[in-house]
Nanobody, 116 residues
Framework: QVQLVESGGGLVQSGGSLRLSCAAS????????MGWYRQAPGKQRELVAA???????NYADSVKGRFTISRDDRKNTVYLQMNSLKPEDTAVYYC??????????WGQGTQVTVSS
C-alpha cells in the first residue's frame, strides 16, 4: 500500500509559478515511477509528467520547457515545478505511483487555478 498526499496548489496569475509536492508513505518509494496528472472540468485526466526510479523524466508536449518533475527518494517526495503558467493549466493535479504488476496509487488531488 502507498499513501500519497499532494500539496502546493493554489491561485496564481498567468505567467506565475507554483511548486507541487507529493509525499508518499507506506511502501518502498524508490521502486515506483512517479507521475503527475491533471484533470480540467469536462476533460479527461491526462499525464503531465512522469519520472522513473532511475530519474528519467518525460513530459506532455503542452508543458515541455515550463514544468520540471523531480524526486527525492530520501524524503519519499516527488515535486512538480510549474513556471510560466497559463490559464489552460488550470486543473486538479493528481500524484500517481506506479510499478509493473500492480494497480497504480493516486493522491486526492490539489487544485491549481491560473487567472488571466
Amino acid at each position: 500500500q502507498v499513501q500519497l498526499v499532494e500539496s502546493g496548489g493554489g491561485l496564481v496569475q498567468s505567467g506565475g509559478s507554483l511548486r507541487l509536492s507529493c509525499a508518499a508513505s507506506g511502501s518502498i518509494f524508490s521502486i515506483y515511477t512517479m507521475g503527475w496528472y491533471r484533470q480540467a472540468p469536462g476533460k479527461q485526466r491526462e499525464l503531465v509528467a512522469a519520472i522513473t526510479r532511475g530519474g528519467r523524466a518525460n513530459y506532455a508536449d503542452s508543458v515541455k520547457g515550463r514544468f520540471t518533475i523531480s524526486r527525492d527518494d530520501r524524503k519519499n517526495t516527488v515535486y512538480l515545478q510549474m513556471n510560466s503558467l497559463k490559464p489552460e493549466d488550470t486543473a486538479v493535479y493528481y500524484c500517481n505511483a506506479a510499478v509493473v504488476g500492480i494497480d497504480p496509487y493516486w493522491g486526492q488531488g490539489t487544485q491549481v487555478t491560473v487567472s488571466s
